[in-house]
């Protein structure tokens, strides 16, 4: 595993927690474990390690349930993002990429916890594409839903939630 010279931010849904990395290790993977597919909610969990000394919590800090006696599973506990994986003994913390700002930055580069993948898993990239949030026919309820956003945006605020609304 090697270390990656790039910074990266992310942070739960509703922005109550915020990260950054000072650097990031080439080991973004999908683990298909029955321990992370609870811990997430899903079919499996996207996962890229920093180095623990290069985190810093710049807003809140992360709840924390000990799923063994090795391995802690960070979560906001204001709105349930689940937001890492951090196995005590090795000096390292992997981030649910999808709670990166930028999750296009780290491209799968394997598969672990193969007992437990689901059959189906080698099928969804076949599946029929329903097209995209915006789509002509939901127009309306995309808009409403944007309207309402409490979503913290992919970017680091000052103040969150911002007094007059969400930006
Ligand atoms: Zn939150
Ligand atoms: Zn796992």
Redo the contacts with the bound molecule.
């Keep these: 595993m090697s270390v990656r010279e790039i910074e990266a931010s992310g ?7 915020r990260y950054h990395a000072s650097k990031m290790l080439d080991n973004s993977h999908l683990c298909h474990c029955r321990m992370c597919q609870k811990a997430v909610g899903n079919i499996f969990a996207a996962l890229v390690a920093a180095p623990d000394d290069a985190i810093t919590w710049t807003r ?1 800090k992360p709840s924390i349930f000990m799923s063994s006696e090795h391995v802690e599973r960070g979560f ?6 689940p937001l890492f994986y951090h196995d005590v003994t090795n000096g390292r913390t992997n981030f649910t990429i999808g709670s990166l700002d930028h999750p296009e930055w780290f491209p799968s580069g394997g598969n672990t916890g193969t007992e437990s993948k689901v059959p189906w898993f080698d099928n969804i990239s076949g599946d029929p594409d329903g097209g995209p949030t915006e789509a002509p026919d939901r127009r309306e309820w995309a808009a409403a839903i944007k309207a309402t956003n409490n979503q ?1 945006p992919d970017h680091d605020t000052k103040v969150w939630p911002p007094a007059g609304g969400t930006e």
């Design positions: 942070g739960c849904q509703c922005g109550a927690v809140g906001c506990n204001k709105c349930g993002t913290h």
